[in-house]
């Protein structure tokens, strides 16, 4: 079975600072994907990142970056100099090769405080 | 371009009636999904369609609860005889092509209420 767990349910911070979600999986499979989403107020999910199970380079676009590590099976997403439209729930997702469902975590809650 | 729309955005319903989600996705794609978002469970996979047939029914938490979709686009999430458990947000996504890995693109959501 394939489990997703997001272990921070909540991270307040102040405007500019670095933070860390963390994302820690299961999964039997040798080959998979892994997506973050981000959920802001207005309560629509937003499309964030895909990385396949093949592709362990980290990624940066602006401001945010990820850590993708098999060996310790996280999928860790860092916000660098955080904004306040950065506030939201952080969802992580897992899918299996050929199996379309996702499996989301619990979700994180970033508070970004000016 | 349009995103994915659902329809209603707020439903407050009674216990015991049944009820219609409705979902258009985005147009060109031909999977689409349904998930449902609550405090208990977090968000959950309940159905996936590729065209027109679903190959995997495996969230639907009762036979309370079905789906269809036609014309490989729009779908209708049907609860019968709903109970206050079912109070939840329902959220409809569609991507492109059949593929695992596929970003999905999700609607707004529709809340369904059940007093």
């Known amino acids: 079975a394939q489990k997703v767990t997001q272990a921070q349910t909540e991270i307040s911070v102040v405007e500019k600072e670095d933070v860390t979600l963390d994302c820690v999986y299961e999964t039997r499979d040798t080959t998979y994907y892994l997506f973050w989403y981000k959920q802001p107020p207005s309560g629509e999910l937003v499309f964030l990142i895909r990385r396949n199970s093949f592709d362990e380079q980290n990624e940066i676009s602006g401001r945010y970056s990820w850590n993708f590590q098999k060996s310790t099976s996280s999928f860790n997403f860092t916000i660098t100099a955080s904004q306040v439209v950065d506030s939201a729930v952080y969802f992580c997702a897992l899918s299996r090769t050929g199996f379309q469902k996702l499996v989301f975590g619990t979700g994180t809650r970033l508070l970004v405080s000016p | 371009g349009a995103g994915v729309s659902q329809s209603p955005s707020n439903k407050v319903t009674e216990k015991g009636k049944d009820v219609e989600l409705r979902c258009d996705p985005i147009s060109g794609h031909t999977a689409l999904y349904w998930y449902r978002q609550s405090l208990g469970q977090g968000l959950e996979f309940l159905i996936y369609f590729q065209g027109n047939s679903a190959p995997d029914k495996s969230g639907l938490p009762s036979d309370r609860f079905s789906a269809e979709r036609t014309g490989g686009s729009v779908s209708t999430l049907t609860i019968q005889r709903t109970q206050q458990e079912d109070s939840a947000v329902y959220l409809c996504?569609?991507?492109?092509?059949?593929?695992?890995?596929?970003?999905?693109?999700f609607g707004p959501g529709t809340r369904l209420t059940v007093l």
């Open positions: 996504a569609s991507s492109i092509g059949d593929r695992g890995g596929n970003e999905q693109f």
